[in-house]
């Protein structure tokens, strides 16, 4: 069993970065893709990017694709999430999660944080 912990959403304004981290406990997590979705209020969650277990295959949504960067470190069980040129409709809960898949389908994911809210201002 892996637990997940995100943290490094906050409020910034249109342009600005932000890091996200999440942070794995127990399990394997050196072994299993890791993602991260997003949930805006009143909207479904999507998939924003995933990262195979070693880190030399990362898929991007295309909403994201130049702007936000994945990568983990295997050694600290943590995977980041640096997010550049940010923009209102980023605005949404994140959630990193992890599973043995190369799928973009969030039910293909077991292991899930509790989600850290980012907010970007116009």
């Known amino acids: 069993q892996v637990q997940l912990v995100e943290s490094g959403g906050g409020l910034v304004q249109a342009g600005d970065s932000l890091r996200l981290s999440c942070a794995a406990s127990g399990g394997t997590f050196s072994s299993i893709t890791m993602a991260w979705f997003r949930q805006a209020p009143g909207k479904e969650r999507e998939f924003v990017v995933r990262i195979n277990w070693s880190g030399g295959i990362t898929d991007y949504a295309d909403s994201v694709k130049g702007r936000f960067t994945i990568s983990r470190d295997n050694v600290k069980h943590t995977v980041y999430l640096q997010m550049n040129s940010l923009k209102p409709e980023d605005t949404a809960n994140y959630y990193c999660?992890?599973?043995?898949?190369?799928?973009?389908?969030?039910?293909?994911?077991?292991?899930w944080g509790q989600g850290t809210q980012v907010t970007v201002s116009s």
């Open positions: 999660a992890g599973g043995r898949t190369i799928s973009r389908a969030g039910s293909e994911y077991y292991y």
